[in-house]
């Protein structure tokens, strides 16, 4: 009795994931046919033209109402697949490929892999020592480190699914980079004297590489993930979608120019600056980006932004500073925001 | 008499997973002790790298997510 009601549950899940899919491919499709304005309300969303606060309203009104549906759908969407995908990579499977891995190699492997194994960043720590005590070196385990965070998969697709595959590609392929030229970087420096003493004395376990799985558990894996992340993360897409919307009513267009913008040298250093404190998950982040490219703000100076918000924050600094003396912290921080800066630069002057 | 210890550095995952350990082994009327191992290098020796874990008897049994109820159930007869 109880099986049945589980599979049915399953099949519940996998319904409810084609309709998602149908649905988000509706939602797509139908943004350009309704741009023109035949259906003002949903038909997102032209700048505010007049500067009555009445059209600033409808402005800002028009973007949430449109953005809300249609994040929240791609977000299931995409945790679903990632819980599917984390099945396959477990930490124990990757630590496994990447040991005694040589540099260059081993770095793009890490930073490869640091995008399929997602973790939290309360487990950046346990990870770190796991990888380190296996005989990983140091310089593949922080291209591992560096990946994992700031190329997420989530805003890897929102960033697909809002911007089209050119800005995707390339927030993928300069995170790669940033990653495994940092990682080995960080390796020729040879600063292992520079990890805590203790973790070198941790002898840890081998860990169980895990019984093999069914496709059944797997599908429920990637449920489970829906339900655990959609769950806790969908208010902060509704306030990121809310200071996104706020932002494309009320701030006149190309305000962002000035600031964020292609002219100044300024522009992307102050956007690493802001962005590095502030601790967002990507699914908020996202949409602000859009609002802030929609007001003139250039590529490179938001592409920047992002990647310090999602891949360099404070608090796990904090935790890394557990695991890490101050120096290789220091220079992991620089290194990483020093990439980040040469790929805002980049963008700004090519595109 | 069964020792269900709780692996992970004490965030909102881990409070839910013991929860869930208690509420399973109260189900199946077993005896036990509920032990938090938060300390970092103690997980280590667990060979656990993505809290929260759970182990019965010092195996672990699950690591990196919150199996449910059900599941503690299962691994617990």
């Not at chain 1, 040589?102 to 346990?126: E, H, I, K, M, Y």
């Not at chain 1, 081998?206 to 992340?229: K, P, S």
Request: with cysteine.
């Amino acid at each position: 009795m109880l099986r049945d009601w589980k599979n049915l549950s399953l099949l519940g899940a996998l319904l409810a994931v084609v309709v998602t899919v149908v649905a988000s491919h509706w939602v797509f499709s139908s943004t350009d046919a309704l741009r023109p304005g035949a259906l003002h309300l949903f038909a997102c969303c032209p700048s505010p033209k007049g500067t009555t606060p009445a059209d600033r309203a409808t402005a800002a009104l028009d973007y949430f109402i449109f953005h809300v549906p249609k994040m929240l759908l791609l977000l299931g969407l995409v945790v679903f697949g990632v819980g599917i995908l984390r099945s396959f990579f477990t930490p124990e499977r990757t630590r496994k490929i990447l040991a005694g891995r040589r540099q260059f190699v081993g770095n793009v492997l890490g930073a490869l892999l640091g995008v399929a194994t997602p973790f939290c960043s309360c487990s950046a720590v346990p990870l770190f020592i796991g990888f380190v005590s296996a005989g990983v070196p140091l310089g593949v385990t922080f291209s591992f480190l560096i990946t994992a965070p700031m190329v997420n998969e989530v805003a890897l697709v929102l960033l697909l699914g809002m911007f089209g595959w050119k800005v995707a590609g390339l927030y993928l392929g300069t995170g790669l980079l940033i990653a495994i030229v940092s990682g080995i970087i960080i390796g020729r420096f040879k600063m292992e004297s520079h990890v805590q003493p203790w973790v070198h004395k941790v002898q840890a376990a081998a860990g169980d590489a895990g019984a093999a799985i069914t496709t059944r558990q797997r599908l429920r894996y990637g449920w489970e993930a829906v339900r655990d992340i959609v769950g806790r993360v969908w208010p902060v897409v509704l306030v990121g979608i809310a200071v996104g919307a706020v932002i494309h009513g009320y701030v006149p267009a190309n305000a962002m120019a000035w600031i964020m913008g292609a002219k100044t040298w300024w522009g992307v250093p102050l956007s690493v600056l802001v962005g590095i404190p502030m601790y967002s998950n990507p699914a908020g982040i996202v949409p602000v980006v859009s609002a802030l490219l929609d007001k003139g703000a250039a590529l490179g100076s938001v592409l920047a932004f992002m990647m310090a918000v999602i891949g360099l924050s404070l608090p796990e600094i904090i935790i890394l500073q557990r695991v890490l003396r101050p120096r290789l912290i220091a220079l992991f921080v620089g290194i990483v925001a020093g990439g980040i800066l040469l790929v805002g630069y980049l963008f700004n002057l090519t595109l | 008499m069964k020792t269900l210890q709780i692996l992970g550095t004490g965030c909102a995952k881990c409070h839910l997973l013991a929860d869930h350990a208690q509420a399973a082994a109260r189900a199946l009327g077993i005896e036990f002790e509920l032990q938090r191992v938060t300390d970092l290098q103690r997980i280590m020796e667990f060979g656990v790298m993505v809290t929260p874990a759970l182990a019965v008897d010092g195996q672990v049994k699950a690591s990196g997510r919150v199996p449910s109820v059900e599941e503690i159930k299962a691994m617990l007869r």
